[in-house]
């Protein structure tokens, strides 16, 4: 029923950039805020990134801030990252979800989670 499906992901150099997307459907997107998480080989998911229901607030975790950029068009109910400047510790399998209650930063208070795209960044 509810969906949320990544897709962007890639292989690059470092330095290079990347947009991904986020579709979703099956959930009134424009009354949460979504988010972008990511999980490194052999580490714990971890925040990137999210956005208010609005679109009007944002949120970055320092290791990106600066390079990433988290938007959402929500006539088509749809979550970007743009990331810039790519660096080997960005590679990771990124996932979008959808806000539940609670904090910005925490998967735990995310639902409905994405399969994940791939990025991977060489050196």
């Known amino acids: 029923q509810v969906k949320v499906v990544e897709s962007g992901g890639g292989l690059v150099h470092t330095g290079d950039s990347l947009r991904l997307s986020c579709a979703t459907s099956g959930l009134p997107f424009s009354n949460y805020a979504m988010g972008w998480f990511r999980q490194g080989p052999g580490k714990e998911r971890h925040f990137v990134a999210a956005i208010s229901y609005s679109g009007l607030m944002t949120f970055y975790d320092d290791s990106v801030k600066g390079r990433f950029t988290i938007s959402r068009d929500n006539a088509s109910d749809t979550v970007y990252l743009q990331m810039h400047n790519l660096q080997p510790e960005d590679t990771a399998l990124y996932y979008c979800?959808?806000?539940?209650?609670?904090?910005?930063?925490?998967?735990?208070?995310?639902?409905?989670w994405g399969q994940g795209t791939q990025v991977t960044v060489s050196s």
């Open positions: 979800a959808r806000k539940g209650g609670g904090s910005y930063y925490l998967a735990s208070d995310y639902e409905d």
